[in-house]
């Protein structure tokens, strides 16, 4: 997401406005029969400004051109992407847009735009860009990477050009969810019930509320609002019931997650995906249960060092996390990027839990911890004591340890290789018709100009 202040906002918005009066439009490329306007350089030019490197007038050009060529191609070879998938992105667009401006109308007033128009704007924009990135992705899917081409690629490379893998870890982890009295349940749902009947009866909207006591800080700020999401993308205690609801005016009935408590509003339907809003609200966890839970951990350590259990046994019989129960404790770091490994660098733990990554900074390996409360992925607190499996110091990558660290950068360069060769054979069978006066680039892709 791009991130601007509020002060370049308003001058950015300003100037595409003035933009859009004064500038007398040009046709400055032409890429097969879809042409690329001045004013599309223009605008991008002020949108990401000093993020662009090297002459905006060519580099952006150059990146709608490319653009152009993955939607052809998809077309080609009926690649898409659904509606939803795209109006997740808008979505969180406009909403980030809304924060920067102020508010809603404050918004339209600087786009000079209403919000169906702006929101219209956004999904062409992020249409096109999934979809290009996703025809990316496909041409670089058959490219494949066997062990002997990893060892040959880096057997002549110097040492001090090989990839600098920094310190990671593995972590085990034995997790206790502390008592929650069914008093402090009740008094959550009660809450709920009060917040849905101030919405069934007009009092106030449900966006309000869930500004004010939404406990879900992704989407409380947004009146409660959720991104367009399958229900499989969703836990199954919310899934039930939200994918439940038929009238946009009503309010669900209470929802238990892993996350806490909800009641949930339809905002729409598309295919088999909805958008929604929630309020979510925790129960409190009192000292006095922390204490005890804290107490139990420290007899389970016990045992684990006197040899009457081992840490793994005692994950599978007592652990509460089951995201590690049945992985003998050991933590999964699942990236972006859909890989998912068992080594977490420490900025990466630290991000996962603050106080986990504390903890872990003060073990040697083998060594289990002191029981300790941490925040875990849910927002739920919980106890818990952490073993460190292994931790590799910073190094250079070697085949031994970083395997697929090196099939990686193996892979990235084939992909890109082919990504190149594509391109390169796209455009001798593109009509591709530049302006004179914007041909004068150093462009990344050789044969643009005929």
């Known amino acids: 997401m791009k991130r601007y202040t509020l002060c370049f906002f308003m001058v950015l ?48 050009p150059e990146q ?25 992105w808008v979505e969180q667009d406009f909403n980030e847009k809304i924060l920067l401006a102020g508010s809603k109308e404050k918004l339209e007033e600087y786009m000079k735009m209403s919000s169906l128009q702006i929101r219209e ?10 979809t290009a990135r996703r025809m990316r992705e496909e041409l670089m899917s058959d490219v494949k990477v066997t062990p ?25 982890l034995f997790v206790l969810q502390p008592r929650i009295p069914q ?30 006591y939404s406990e879900d800080p992704g989407s409380a700020r947004q009146g409660g609002e959720m ?21 946009t005016k009503k309010v669900s009935k209470i929802a238990q997650s892993e996350f806490g408590y909800h009641i949930i509003q339809l905002i729409d339907k598309r295919g088999d995906k909805m ?37 793994e046994d005692a994950v599978r019989y007592g652990s509460d996390d089951k995201d590690t129960r049945n992985n003998r404790g050991i ?33 040697e390996v083998g060594e289990m911890s002191k029981p300790f409360t941490m925040i875990n992925t849910k927002g739920k607190t919980v106890c818990a004591i952490a073993r460190l499996k292994n931790r590799s110091l910073t190094h250079r990558a070697n085949i031994t340890e970083d395997f697929q660290v090196m099939k990686g950068v193996v892979e990235a360069k084939k992909g890109e290789e082919a990504i190149l060769k594509w391109i390169h054979e796209k455009q001798k069978s593109t009509y591709i018709r530049i302006n004179p006066d914007w041909r004068d680039c150093d462009f990344e892709y050789e044969g643009w100009v005929k």
């Open 13 to 60: 918005c300003s100037v595409l406005s003035m933009a859009q009066k004064n500038v007398i439009d040009e046709v400055v490329w032409v890429v097969g029969d879809e042409a690329i306007l001045r004013s599309d350089i223009e605008k991008r030019r002020l949108e990401y400004g000093s993020q662009i490197k090297g002459n905006p007038y060519c580099v952006i």
């Open 64 to 88: 709608l051109a490319l653009q152009k060529l993955f939607l052809h191609q998809a077309a080609i070879d009926s690649i898409s992407v659904t509606d939803a998938d795209v109006n997740q």
């Open 121 to 130: 704007e956004l999904f062409d924009q992020y249409k096109n860009d999934l």
């Open 148 to 172: 002997a081409e990893v060892r040959r690629y880096f057997k002549d490379i110097p040492e001090d050009s090989l990839p600098l893998i920094p310190t990671q870890v593995e972590v085990q």
């Open 183 to 212: 008093s402090e349940i009740d008094r959550v749902k009660n809450l709920l019930r009060e917040y849905a009947e101030r919405v069934n009866n007009g009092s106030t909207s449900f966006a309000t509320l869930a500004r004010l």
């Open 227 to 247: 991104p367009y999401m399958g229900k499989g993308e969703l836990d199954p205690g919310f899934a039930n019931v939200a994918f439940g609801l038929t009238d």
């Open 275 to 311: 958008k929604c809003r929630h309020i979510l609200k925790r129960p409190e966890v009192a000292q006095a249960d922390i204490d005890s839970a804290l107490v139990v951990l420290d007899s389970v350590a016990a045992d684990i060092r006197s040899g009457k259990i081992s840490f």
């Open 331 to 363: 933590l999964s770091n699942n990236k972006e990027t859909g890989e998912t490994s068992s080594r977490f660098e420490m900025s990466e733990l630290s991000a996962f839990s603050p106080e986990l990554a504390r903890v872990v900074e003060t073990l």
